[in-house]
């Protein structure tokens, strides 16, 4: 399974931008689909978007829309989620996630490996 790790999180005022980024250890990253997915307190764990294995095919929550962007560089073995216009809703703690199948991306309870997360906070 992939070892994640992501960064890139920190206190931003609301309609401001932020990039997290999720590294990922060995040589089969580019062979995984990659999502990044949130958790605020007392919320389950929610999919903001997924990126396929060639960075073809990218697919989004509503919630996040026109607002978020999904990219990957497979021989940085990186994936990154550029975040603007953040909104008061949006604070969490955001995690990357593989998977090595297409089908199920949507579902958070069937991706093969998590990150350790990393804060986003936003003020208004």
């Known amino acids: 399974q992939a070892q994640l790790v992501e960064s890139g999180g920190g206190l931003v005022q609301a309609g401001g931008s932020l990039r997290l980024s999720c590294a990922a250890s060995?040589?089969?990253?580019?062979?995984?689909?990659m999502g990044w997915f949130r958790q605020a307190p007392g919320k389950e764990r929610e999919f903001l978007a997924v990126?396929?294995?060639?960075?073809?095919?990218?697919s989004y929550a509503d919630s996040v829309k026109g607002r978020f962007t999904i990219s990957r560089d497979n021989a940085k073995n990186t994936v990154a989620l550029q975040m603007n216009s953040l909104k008061p809703e949006d604070p969490a703690v955001y995690y990357c996630?593989?998977?090595?199948?297409?089908?199920?991306?949507?579902?958070?309870?069937?991706?093969?490996?998590w990150g350790q997360g990393t804060q986003v906070t936003v003020s208004s």
């Open positions: 996630a593989a998977r090595r199948r297409w089908v199920g991306v949507l579902r958070t309870g069937l991706w093969d490996s």
């Open positions: 060995g040589r089969t990253f580019s062979s995984y689909h």
């Open positions: 990126i396929s294995w060639s960075g073809g095919t990218t």
